[in-house]
């Protein structure tokens, strides 16, 4: 894709009309879904993987996760759900930084601000996984909201349900 096309400046189907590549990536794993929904699913994944591999690794918690909130979200079966978050871990990996926002920008599109405080939740969920939230994945967190256009203060309300998770709080080991 051109420079000119990626800001919005060239031809018919620019910019914000291109479909991120992570996005049709995952959707092609959702045949069988209408392809709104799938698109939604697709993206709710990428942004659940997002946040698992932020801090460069994503166990099979999260992984496990991530498959039971896109069960719940999607109402995905249990088979289609793990193959999702396997795959969304792979191309959240490969597509990275040039996607997040793309795809970040696409869920905001698509959903109702109740829809995106759920994904907070949800994204909070994934992070705790493990029984830790790091830094580095809360600072995901806050990225993704603020390209949802989801408020700060709406953003710290749903970080306080996980405060006994997050890393920062937590006690030093010589303080147990």
Known sequence: MS?????????????????PDSLAELTSHLESMEAAEARLAAAFAYLLARVAG?????????QAAMAERLETFGALDASTASVLAKAAIRVADHHGGSDDHLVARAFRDMTAPPERLRLLRCLYAVAAADDTITTVE????????TALS??????????????QHLGTLKALPQER
């Open 3 to 19: 420079l000119l096309r990626f800001l919005g400046l060239g031809g018919s189907g620019a910019g914000r009309d291109h479909e």
């Open 54 to 62: 932020s801090d460069l690794r994503t166990d099979e918690t999260e």
């Open 150 to 163: 989801v408020s700060r203060q709406d953003v710290i309300a749903i970080r306080s349900e996980w405060k």
């Open 138 to 145: 809360d600072n995901e967190v806050f990225e993704i909201a």
